[in-house]
């Protein structure tokens, strides 16, 4: 799949290359909990300890250039899987090991002793780093294999690819981007490969509806580009009818900085603003909680609610009994409680103001805008 020159670019930014066709790096959280600074959004949301949690890819392509993506241009892109197929275990074995190693170097430092302890045995994976990993062809068995070793998988897909997602083994968490409301928005947000990138959302939007596992939508708000029409992005999450719905801010990081600027990302409070007011068109939802420093805030079908209370947390021992049992079993079967819910009300929107004009300021000053290819990829 790739030059030797793309694989020594990707191992210069931290990647490692596992066999043809995927890749592992470490997410900025799993370093920041090792090291006692906090776990990412999903720990508060759902509960994943970002400590024993993998980041990983089974397909550095993908049939999209979103705008807002962290990946460069030169990113292989593809609509069909055009190289060789790698076993399963090579992928899971190699996964692993190349993640041991990236975080063999925390062991030395004495306040990171106990997370990092617990971070050699890994208990989750995020399957969504780079490209599209829903498109390996032997996805189904990888997922067979997590599922055994007591790993959950938070599979992202870009929602290209409908019949992946219909055929799709049993999952712990899945994502679907839904990255524009309309169809022309969507060509601009993702410059997508298919001509008929509107009609595979659609269905995977409908195949989406159909499973049996947690659901999630995931939107990426671009200030100035894809935040409004809120209605039309409320038809479509109707259609996926998911378990959960996460309303986000573009992330101004990594190669996406040589296409959008600063102020195309949107301030916590925004996002807030844009949940609120996309609940008033979903009366089967409502906000259950938020994460600030990522800038995102997550919704949940009510019927997650039970006595005034919030249960979005997984219980992960509960999932690997079932999903290894042959018992027929459904997503509201390992539920736990939310530990904290609710809205901060965090910084008034005069101070956001008064802070982006700082920064404005501030960027301007600077000579050139430093573009950092080692950017600290991480869902943040
Ligand atoms: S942000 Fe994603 S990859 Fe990083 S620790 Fe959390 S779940 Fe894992």
């Known amino acids: 799949m790739l030059t030797q020159t793309a694989k020594d670019e990707l191992i210069r930014q931290q990647y490692r290359i596992v066999g043809e066709h995927s890749a592992v790096k470490t997410c900025g959280w799993t370093k920041n909990m090792i090291k006692g600074k906090g776990g990412c959004y999903k720990l508060k949301f759902y509960g994943i300890m970002s400590n024993q949690c993998m980041q990983m890819t089974t397909s550095i392509s993908c ?104 055929d799709l083994n049993r999952v712990t968490q899945l994502y679907l981007s839904v990255d524009a409301p309309t169809k022309d928005l969507l060509k601009k947000i993702d410059v997508p490969l298919f001509p008929d990138y509107w009609e595979r959302l659609n269905k995977s939007l409908e195949y989406c509806a159909q499973k049996k596992d947690r659901t999630c939508i995931r939107l990426t708000i671009v200030k100035g580009l894809n935040d409004a029409n809120i209605e039309e992005y409320a038809k479509l999450i109707m259609k996926g009818n998911p378990d959960f719905i996460e309303i986000k801010s573009y992330m101004h990081v990594g190669p996406s900085r040589e296409r959008l600027t600063i102020d195309h990302m949107p301030w916590h409070e925004e996002i807030v603003e844009f949940s609120k007011e996309l609940m008033k068109y979903l009366s089967d939802y409502e906000i259950v909680t938020e994460h600030v420093p990522s800038r995102v805030v997550m919704c949940a079908k009510k019927t997650f609610k039970k006595n005034d209370k919030w249960f979005t947390w997984i219980d992960f021992d509960k999932w690997h009994e079932l999903v290894n049992s042959n018992k027929d079993y459904d997503k509201y079967d390992f539920l736990k409680q939310t530990p904290q819910v609710g809205l901060s009300g965090r910084i008034t929107k005069e101070e956001v103001s008064k802070i982006a004009e700082r920064k404005r300021e501030r960027l301007a000053k600077q000579k050139k805008i430093f573009v950092d290819e080692k950017t600290n990829e991480m869902d943040l």
Not at 88 to 114: N, R, V
Request: aromatic residues 12%; neutral net charge; hydrophobic residues 35%.
């Open 63 to 166: 049939a999209n250039r979103c705008v807002f993506c962290w990946r460069g241009y030169k990113a292989p892109v593809s609509k069909e899987w055009k190289w060789g197929v790698d076993d399963p275990e090579l992928i899971f074995d190699g996964s692993i090991e190349a993640h041991h190693k990236l975080l063999a170097g925390f062991g030395g430092q004495p306040e990171a002793k106990h997370m990092f302890e617990m971070s050699k045995t890994v208990k989750h994976v995020a399957l969504s780093l780079t490209g599209e990993p829903i498109t390996y062809p032997r996805m189904n068995e990888l997922l067979l294999r997590f599922n055994k070793e007591g790993i959950s998988t938070f599979l992202v897909t870009n929602s290209q690819y409908p019949d992946q997602i219909r």
